[in-house]
Every structure is written in C-alpha cells, then in structure tokens.
C-alpha cells in the first residue's frame, strides 16, 4: 500500500525559506520509472505542479518558480524535500506530494495547509 | 510545456444528468491525458489515465476519450456523490500539467 505525508511549518514570514518533507511508503524512489512530485492549490483556485524528482535524480520544476525550487531525495528514509525562498503571501497554498509512475499519478498525501503572513 | 485548456470552468447540472468536459492542449500528447476529482479539502483522487482507461474502484458511469490534442470526461447519470471540481492533467511533459478545473454544481 502506497501512503504519502507532508511535513513542515504550517506558517512562514514574507521573504521566509519554505521547507517541507514528504515521507512515503510502499515503494522505493531507487525504482526504475517512479517519481515524486510536488502539486499546490491556493485557496479556491485550480492544482498547480511545482516540481518533481525521479528514481534517476532527474528533477523538473515549473519554469515560473524554477528560480526559487529545490526538490531532493534521501532514499535510504523514503523521503523527498521541497524548498522554496522568498515566501510571499500568494504562495498561501495547500501543498501536496504525490507518487508517479510512467504517466499514472494516483497517489496523494493529504496535503499542508501553508500561510504566509507577517 | 504544453499547456492545458479545460473547459467550461463550471457547470451546473442535475441528479441524472449526462454532462461532459473537454481539455485541449496545443500540441498533441497522444494518450498522455488523465482525469481527476477533487472535494473540498480533500486531495484529487484519480478517475481516468491513458485518456480512456479508468482506475481501480472507479464507477464505469465514468469515461474518457480522445488522443491528440482533444480529450473529454463523460459522467453518464449524475450521482449525488458526483458534485465535485473535475481537473484534466496532461502527462507527457515531465513535469506534468494541470487544467484549470471544472466545478459540478447541483442545479
């Protein structure tokens, strides 16, 4: 069974560093063709991919936050790390993980809410 | 990247109804097209992959055709439990892609 959870501060500062970790289980980030990814959602308004890393360590990001997402991997505790500077207010979002394998994203963590406030 | 547009942004339908969604992408994608439901507060759970096959546990009122670049979600009968917001997400990119949604709405 494949479960997926997000970890982090529920509340950064303006200008702050976003860093949250998603802890899976049920497979191996080692496996050839799987990928974990980063989905989030503001308030009210549609899904947005942030980013995603391989089995292979090939990463993708959205070019229009490429500058400010880093995705890594630790394998050996089955856990992917998304960091985002410079938190804005807009970045208010509910953050999801998720699991891919070849063109099938079908498993989610239950996302985390994050707001960005002073 | 290749761009989804999903279309209508909402709609409003009854208990029973047929309704169907469309996504375009600019550029073709093949099969590489798939259909999720999203409630409120809850994360997208997976209806539809490969344009057409449906996922474990999925009712088979739910559908989906197309290859290319024109793709659609038929719900045949509208159920209570089908109110949701409906999200198309091409996945030939690496890094895959979103629609912008469709909201089911009770009329």
């Known amino acids: 069974q494949i479960t997926l959870k997000e970890s982090g501060p529920t509340l950064v500062k303006p200008t702050q560093t976003l860093t949250l970790t998603c802890t899976f289980s049920g497979f191996s980030l080692s496996t050839n063709g799987v990928g974990v990814g980063w989905i989030r959602q503001p308030p009210g308004k549609a899904l947005e991919w942030l980013g995603i890393i391989y089995w292979d360590d090939d990463r993708h990001y959205s070019p229009s936050l490429k500058s400010r997402l880093t995705i890594t991997k630790d394998t050996s505790k089955n856990q992917v790390v998304l960091t985002m500077t410079n938190m804005d207010p807009v970045d208010t979002a509910t953050y999801f993980c998720?699991?891919?394998?070849?063109?099938?994203?079908?498993?989610w963590g239950q996302g985390i809410l994050v707001t960005v406030s002073s | 990247d290749i761009p989804v547009t999903q279309s209508p942004s909402s709609l409003s339908a009854s208990v029973g109804d047929r309704v169907t969604i469309t996504c375009r992408t600019s550029q073709s994608i093949s099969t590489f097209l798939n259909w999720y439901q999203q409630k409120p507060g809850k994360a997208p759970k997976l209806l539809i992959y490969s344009a057409s096959t449906l996922h474990s546990g999925v009712p088979s009122r739910f559908s989906g055709s197309g290859s290319g670049t024109d793709f659609s979600l038929t719900i045949t009968s509208l159920q209570p439990e089908d109110f949701a917001t409906y999200y198309c997400q091409q996945s030939y990119s690496s890094l895959p892609i979103f629609g912008g949604g469709t909201k089911v709405e009770i009329k």
């Open positions: 998720a699991h891919r394998l070849e063109d099938i994203v079908a498993h």
